[in-house]
């Protein structure tokens, strides 16, 4: 299981805000442990009961998107059952590499999760309820589902779909291709899978921590929930953060937090990676102000994404380290989409040659141009969220592609910080 | 008057000749995300679908003004029913085939948000049968296509059709699979940006 170190435990290095964490114990938590905190699942007894409290509650999509989960579920519930089918998944395929907050909340309160995925499916009226994991599922997971089955605290039974390690086969419309037996890759929307889905039935594709936060809601209300984070982004989201230490942490941050007590601002960092691979580098000290929310984030151009969150320390080399991870971007190209499968690798190749010594003239403006053409022609948001990365590691690390332009590197340390999966795709198998 | 129709359904067959030689065309293009000049990618695919819709309706002239016309007897049941016809038994048969497969091709394409994409992939493929059979109607029915320079337009049109379906070919041979495609384009830019550096990085 993970190696990611739980920060938000209690007695965790991190001081929080009052009520936090409500979504990590400090051990994982049984059935039993989790029915003694919580009590049994507390269903409505009739679909779309939930769904005004969820709307209440502000709660958004925590995969990334952001997205306002009571819209997504009134469109499922609104749906008609199709071919005697409607589906919920609970989405745990975390393809973000540098993401380990799902698998953590997997492990310590997989019962959590699975409420919420119950609750979904009764809020929206689903025949068949899903978890789709990018791992093969852990102790924890299927002692929760035996335990639950044998309690019959289960309206629906609840089936896992190994979801192949690439950074798209989270996506929603991959999800719904990868659970019906093809290849996980996005497909061109719409028809959303919330209308026409799995098998064309109507199908809520839902974040694991996203459930999770819907399962307390149902339990302790929406003015429980807007008890922390800001108003127009209430609640709290688990982050993964990368610091100097070396270490990667998962913590339970209220939204609106200081990116500054998460992250840390000293001498150590030169700047701030926020939203993960498909995020925004932030310059250091100018940024040191912001709050982890997407009001705040929006002045430089971020988003909060999924959580991921780094500190890259001043001893490295960030012009190297974008170029590292454009290229496994470019290389997780589905290749269905002719300017991602042109465009991503022609960008992930300036941009290494920025990072060598002595690059052409022309080079910085070819990847200007090139960014420009790529940027919302895809059948997914690859493009685009690759292409918001590398422009803004083109402005904050501007002063070290002049240095490497005449052949020198600030960096002392030449270890790579960000983590990269190895190998890239080159068969149908590698998406299945 | 009644030569006036006989007249007529000769001209619109062989404007639907040309038609479907370009509908045949356009179509492998589509197939294989070329492009015409000057134009974008989308625009193919619809002039594609314009084409074919206009070449049935010069079909429809062709048909019915044949049956009407009082030269010859043709019932028009043999329009859609292949061989059904006592004058030029055989040619107009072939007519007749051509016709059903075009139909059923305009049917599933109109249908195709309905339908499985492998079974109208599997009628559309058809359009390969359809306009050999369609040219051999015109030739052998036709007295106009069989001399001079309609001979050479009618072997023109062979000639592109015999060329875009070998391009077709050799370019779907040359296709890398989906999964491999991007690990293909990757290496090649990866491979060419190394060499533009010119020095080292001093550290």
Redesign the interface.
């Known amino acids: 299981m993970s190696t990611a170190v739980n920060e938000s435990a209690p007695g965790g290095a991190a001081r929080q805000a009052a009520g936090l964490p409500r979504l990590l114990p400090a051990a994982p938590e049984d059935l039993h442990a989790h029915l003694a905190r919580y009590g049994p699942t507390p269903y409505r007894g009739r679909t779309n009961l939930l769904i005004d409290d969820i709307e209440t509650s502000g709660l958004t999509g925590r995969g990334g998107a952001a997205f306002p989960v009571y819209r997504k579920l009134a469109v499922v519930a609104r749906a008609g059952v199709r071919q005697g089918r409607k589906v919920v998944v609970a989405n745990g395929a975390e393809s973000e590499p540098a993401s380990r907050k799902d698998e953590l909340l997997l492990g310590l309160a997989p019962n959590l999760v699975l409420d919420g995925l119950q609750l979904a499916a009764e809020a929206v009226g689903a025949t068949e309820a899903h978890l789709y994991l990018h791992y093969a599922p852990g102790p924890q997971i299927l002692r929760a589902l035996a335990e639950r089955s044998s309690r019959g605290l289960d309206r629906l039974a609840v089936t896992i779909t190994q979801a192949p390690p690439r950074f798209l086969a989270g996506q929603e419309a991959a999800v719904v291709n990868r659970l019906g037996g093809g290849p996980a890759l996005p497909t061109f929307q719409p028809p959303r899978v919330s209308e026409r889905g799995l098998g064309g039935a109507p199908t809520l594709v839902q974040n694991v921590e996203t459930l999770a936060h819907l399962a307390l809601i149902a339990r302790y209300g929406p003015r429980w929930f807007r008890a922390v984070g800001t108003s127009d982004e209430p609640g709290s989201m688990l982050t993964t953060i990368y610091r100097p230490d070396a270490k990667t942490h998962v913590r339970e941050a209220a939204i609106g937090t200081p990116l500054e007590a998460l992250l840390g601002a000293g001498a150590d960092v030169q700047a701030w990676l926020v939203g993960g691979y498909h995020g925004t580098w932030l310059p250091m000290p100018e940024a040191a102000g912001i709050t982890l929310d997407n009001a705040s984030l929006r002045r430089f151009g971020a988003a909060a994404g999924a959580g991921v969150l780094a500190a890259l320390p001043s001893d490295r080399c960030g012009l190297t380290e974008a170029a590292r991870v454009t ?1 496994y971007l ?7 989409c ?1 300017p991602c ?2 465009g991503l ?2 960008i ?3 941009l ?2 920025l990072a ?5 003239r022309r ?1 910085l403006a070819d990847l200007e141009r090139w960014s420009g053409l790529v940027k919302g022609r895809g059948a997914c948001n690859h493009p685009d969220g690759t292409v918001r990365f590398v422009r803004s590691a083109l402005t904050v690390f501007a002063p070290e592609i002049k240095r ?1 332009a005449r ?3 600030s ?2 340390d ?1 270890r790579p910080f960000l983590p990269l999966p190895d190998g ?5 198998e ?2 299945t | 008057m009644n030569t006036a129709f006989w007249y007529a359904s000769r001209a619109t067959g062989i404007v639907a000749l040309l038609l479907l030689t370009a509908v045949l065309v356009l179509g492998i293009l589509v197939n294989r ?1 070329g492009r015409l000049p000057g134009l974008p990618r989308f625009a193919v695919t619809d002039l594609h679908r314009n084409l074919s819709l206009l070449s049935v309706s010069f079909i429809a002239v062709h048909v019915f003004t044949a049956v009407l016309d009082t030269y010859v007897h043709i019932p028009l049941v043999s329009a859609v029913i292949p061989f059904a016809s006592g004058y030029e038994r055989f040619w107009l048969g072939l007519g007749a085939v051509s016709l059903d497969i075009m139909l059923a091709m305009i049917v599933t394409s109109l249908l195709r948000g309905r339908l499985n994409r492998v079974l109208w992939r599997a009628v559309h493929l058809l359009a390969y049968a359809s306009w050999p059979v369609a040219f051999a109607h015109s030739i052998g029915s036709s007295k106009d296509l069989q001399q001079g320079w309609m001979l050479a337009v009618a072997v023109g049109c062979a000639m592109i059709v015999l060329a875009a379906v070998v391009w077709r070919l050799a370019d779907a041979a040359r296709q890398v ?7 293909a ?2 290496a ?3 491979a ?3 060499r ?8």
């Open positions: 290229g470019a290389a997780e190209s589905a290749g269905q002719g499968l042109n690798p022609r992930a190749a300036a290494a040659e060598g010594a002595g690059h052409r080079t490497h052949g020198q590197c960096a002392t030449r890239i795709p080159t068969r149908e590698d998406w | 995300q699979p989906r999964a491999g495609r991007v690990a384009v990757f090649q830019h990866t060419s940006a190394a533009r550096n010119r020095g080292t990085v001093a550290r």
